[in-house]
């Protein structure tokens, strides 16, 4: 099959797929002019296929943002330094159920059913290339190179409540629900180690920075924290430029990657139902590991027999500059490097996020709501989202700052209150259609008194009996 072929096959499947067909939104205005449904900050897989989900249920007038530019969204093409996704290639999630969509039937269309069975893991490049035909064959709108800025709390020409939704460019727009679908850092940020970040510029990266010049560390000695999969990709490159790798890790890696003991219908559907102490401790247990690499990923930095070392059980305390290579200290004495790239993931802290920071201190974390048992607190986890049952954001002290339940987030400070949902590709099938579903609750409930008074007037014959044929007694 062709990749026109299977485009016409799409169109079929969204027919004949597409019951109710009733349009039931109606329109409304925002000082004059429309106002948007939903607002979806963040045009990566999320915020994409959160936009189908709502066209299939006949939510149309949305948007997506993106601060990227058109085909950069997201970490495949810019930060995420790896040939491959690390993933298994059969877990689909963007698809939504329909087979048409799925990257299977993508991938075969364009390079055949030999090809797809040959491959062993998704290339990166193809999941981004992917993604772009999933967007353009639904026809999703996109506005790309425009960031939120603030979002804050209106109301529409009619009385109801909406968000305005502040942009880089001073635009307002106004939306009844927002999405944010704004990725790994979307309520926090790449986190580094102070003594790292207080580094010359020049000297230091986070494995998220799109600009790490790895030409300039040509027999360089280049060391590395952490040993999660993207501390791995980051060595593995700078080895490939021809630099000298130590990679620097607290404990040693298990090659254990626990997203796939997780990724089975009862967990992705239900834990979010589960009582808080059962959240916490399954997603304590799942996001302090750090997520294992691949087997290909090993083998890339294992080919450089004479250049790369892992510094085992070794992680560092402190660094300054000394004579003009920096000094680190470590648990096992000092180590002298000439670049440092730190592998040290995200960390949550949702005052640190432009768009929220207005009311970083009415959203309701989990310090707030939970008090773990001895022994399993945890002060990083405690400052993740308490979320609501439609992913929606809930007040630290109820009645302060209502309006926080039309603001949606799917990201991966979602995680913590459903298990893997948003910023996920294995949680999306199961995740996706729940905040849609949760999106319609909000949008139909807010209409309740406009459906009844439409129900009242409903006078559409479907059958004009013309009474002079009946018998009636
Ligand atoms: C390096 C790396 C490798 C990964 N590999 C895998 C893998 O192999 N398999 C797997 O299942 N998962 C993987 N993941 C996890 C997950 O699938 C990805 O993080 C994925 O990108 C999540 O999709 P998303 O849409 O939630 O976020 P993103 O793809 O990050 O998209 C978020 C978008 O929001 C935009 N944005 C953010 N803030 C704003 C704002 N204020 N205004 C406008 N736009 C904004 C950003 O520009 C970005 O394009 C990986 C993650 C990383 C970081």
Redesign the pocket.
């Known amino acids: 099959m062709s990749l026109t072929k299977l485009e016409a096959q799409v169109a079929r499947d969204l027919e004949l797929t597409a019951h109710p067909h009733m349009e039931w939104m109606v329109p409304r205005l925002h000082g004059g002019k429309p106002a948007l449904d939903v607002l979806i ?7 994409i296929v959160t936009a189908f989900g709502l066209m299939r249920e006949r939510v149309r007038n949305i948007l997506a ?4 530019p058109e085909g950069k ?4 093409v810019t ?2 330094r ?1 040939p491959t ?3 298994p290639k059969l ?1 689909t999630g963007p698809d939504l159920g329909m087979p048409s969509l799925t990257f299977q039937a993508w991938y075969e269309a364009q390079h055949g059913a030999q090809a797809f069975a040959d491959m062993n893991l998704i290339p990166s490049v193809d999941w981004h290339e992917y993604l772009l035909w999933f967007r353009r064959v639904l026809g999703i709108p996109v506005r790309n190179d ?4 603030a979002i804050a709390p209106g109301r529409l020409d009619d009385g109801g409540p909406c968000l305005r939704v502040t942009l880089s460019t001073g635009e307002v727009l106004a939306a009844r629900k927002v999405v944010l ?4 850092d ?1 309520t926090g940020e790449w986190w580094m180690p102070d003594f790292v970040r207080n580094l010359p510029a020049d000297r230091r990266a986070h494995t ?1 920075a799109l600009d790490i010049d790895f030409d300039r560390l040509k027999g360089k000695v280049v060391a590395v924290l952490g040993s999660g ?2 501390a791995m ?1 980051n060595a593995a490159v700078a080895l490939e430029h021809g630099a000298e790798v130590h990679l620097f890790c607290r404990r040693r890696p298990t090659g254990v990657q626990r ?1 796939r003991w997780l990724t089975f219908a009862g967990f992705l559907r239900h834990m979010g139902d589960m009582p808080d102490l059962w959240r916490w401790r399954f997603m304590a247990n799942i996001l302090n590991a750090r997520e294992g690499f691949p087997p290909d990923t090993l083998e890339r930095v294992l080919v450089f027999r004479d250049t790369f070392t892992m510094q085992v059980e070794r992680t560092w305390t402190d660094a300054r500059m000394e004579d003009g290579r920096i000094r680190l200290e470590t648990t096992r004495g000092p180590f002298h490097a000439d670049f440092a790239i730190c592998g040290t993931g995200i960390r949550q802290n949702v005052h640190l996020r ?2 929220l920071a207005a009311f970083a201190d009415k959203i309701a974390l989990w310090r707030d709501r939970f008090t773990p048992p001895p022994g399993e607190e945890d002060a990083l986890l405690a400052n993740y989202p308490y979320l609501g049952a439609d992913y929606q954001f809930l007040e630290k002290t109820p009645g302060e700052a209502p309006w926080l339940g039309d603001i949606h987030l ?2 991966i400070g979602s995680t913590l209150s459903f298990g893997v949902s ?5 949680g999306m099938t199961i995740a996706v259609p729940k905040l849609v579903a949760g999106l319609t609750r909000g949008l139909f409930a807010g209409d309740l008194q406009r459906h009844w008074q439409s129900l009242l007037a409903y006078d559409t014959k479907v059958v004009d009996i013309d009474w002079s044929r009946v018998k009636t007694g």
Not at 146 to 149: C, G, L, N, R
Not at 422 to 426: T, V
């Open positions: 900050v963040g045009a990566g897989q999320s915020g943002i993106d601060r990227a969204e997201g970490p495949w930060f995420a790896m996704l690390r993933s877990q425009v960031a939120a800025t679908a704004t990725g790994q979307g998220c999969a993207s990709d997203f432009p768009e799917f990201a948003g910023s996920s590709i294995n």
